[in-house]
């Protein structure tokens, strides 16, 4: 059953015109007042354990407690064990849930728009990004679309990435030899999330857990997921993304049902000495990408994890999401929060008035082309996109 689930390999149908062309330039049509937008509002979660089993629960929720400066962030390399998805994973943990929710309470979840948070922030970005590329697949079904990414076309864009290895190695083998690898690289963002998380609340937490923890084995294989509820414009959206943990205890719903959740983002880059005003630039066009994946999902707090070039922890530094905007803003003016939602809500819009019978059509932006183009690409069908699972539950008599 699988096997009908996955999409062929990526043709540019060249006789097909695009249903859309979204042209990204100029954005002064987007600058001013931001759209109104709702505060995400969580309606479900998930998690998934140490082998990265679906669990419906709070299990590998994490709270922050402050690692120690001048940790080595590549100790422990050789016992990385990696979580890859070597299968297209779909929508398919984020519809478990929603039908589960409907099971529960009886009524249809319902929006414009359902996805992971990780297509919003591609799409949110863009139009300060000149390089950003992506390739997505979107359904209609029962009034909702549903927008997942195309699995197969990611894959290899990072098997092409120049900059990975065995490529590297053969054509630049000093830079290699010189630098820690992409997989060192992304072992310290996992590192720097076991310094910086304990599994209960750190007054709970013993001493000798918390000195430990240097020595944890590092594994992305557990998660904890959000769901929200979201709006951009009179678009309704949900997403589902991961958090990386609470800054202090969820509050109680019995007593304010409403109140924020205190979900941090943990992040790690490179701090360069002497920062240099090319340095700075980059910082702030990397702060857009944690705002943006952070305020999609009304992650309070984004947590910053300073490191050498070589991996050392320098410094850590803990910002409010919502006045990243405001520091670029007075900084290097590289982005603009209200051009990125504005944008967004434009976009939607667009693609409510496109996609509006059955079938599979592909969201497309190739790099420095400056335009999304949105064609159909199957008449009939939802693609890979909704789980035969959640297509029977909503079938259901
Ligand atoms: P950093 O972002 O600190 O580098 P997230 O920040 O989204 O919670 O992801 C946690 C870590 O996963 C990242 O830490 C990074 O190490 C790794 N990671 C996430 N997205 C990645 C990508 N596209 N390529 C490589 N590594 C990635
Ligand atoms: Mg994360
Ligand atoms: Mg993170």
């Known amino acids: 059953p699988e096997a009908t689930r996955s999409s062929a390999p990526f043709n540019r149908p060249s006789t097909t015109l695009p249903q859309l062309r979204f042209p990204i330039q100029p954005l002064q049509r987007f600058q001013g007042a931001s759209a109104s937008i709702k505060r995400p509002r969580e309606i479900a979660h998930f998690s998934y354990n140490e082998d990265h089993e679906y669990r419906e629960d709070e299990s590998s929720i994490q709270y922050y407690c402050e690692p120690c400066i001048g940790a080595n962030l590549c100790d422990g390399f050789d016992t990385f064990n990696r979580y890859e998805e070597k299968e297209d994973p779909h ?42 590329s992506f390739e997505m697949f979107a359904t209609l079904h029962q009034g909702t679309i549903y927008i997942e990414e195309d699995f197969q076309a990611k894959a290899a864009e990072i098997a092409s990435d120049s900059r990975n290895p ?51 084995v590092v594994s992305n294989h557990a998660q904890h997921c959000s769901i929200v509820r979201t709006a951009f414009g009179s678009n309704t959206v949900i997403l589902g993304g991961e958090v990386d943990g609470l800054w202090e205890p969820k509050p109680d719903p019995s007593k304010n049902p409403d109140a924020p959740i205190p979900w941090i983002e943990l992040k790690t880059t490179e701090l360069a000495d002497p920062m240099t005003d090319r340095d700075i630039l980059k910082y702030e066009r990397k702060l857009l990408k944690f705002w943006a994946q952070s305020f999609l999902l009304g992650v309070a707090k984004v947590i910053v994890g300073f490191r050498s070039a070589q991996g050392i922890l320098r410094s850590v530094e803990m910002y409010e999401t919502n006045q990243i905007p405001g520091m670029v803003r007075r900084g290097t003016r590289c982005w603009d929060g209200n051009t990125c939602i504005n944008f967004t809500t434009a976009f939607l819009g667009k693609l409510k008035e496109i ?43």
């Open 166 to 216: 065995p490529n590297n190695r053969r054509n630049y083998p000093r830079y290699y030899n010189q630098n820690p690898s992409r997989e060192m690289m992304t072992y310290w963002g996992y590192k720097f999330e076991t310094l910086s998380l304990t599994p209960d609340t750190p007054a709970s937490t013993s001493r000798e857990f918390l000195e430990n923890r240097q020595n944890t």
């Open 91 to 132: 929508l398919d943990s984020l519809l478990k849930t929603l039908a589960s929710k409907e099971k529960r309470e009886g009524v249809k979840v319902d929006a414009d728009f359902v996805t992971w948070r990780g297509m919003m922030t591609r799409i949110m970005t863009a139009p300060f990004d000149m390089f950003a």
């Open 355 to 397: 996609v509006t019978e059955e079938g599979v059509y592909r969201i497309s932006l190739r790099k420095k082309a400056g335009v999304i183009e949105v064609w159909k690409e199957k008449e009939e069908g939802t693609g890979g996109i909704l789980s035969k699972e959640f297509l029977n539950w909503r079938a259901r008599k």
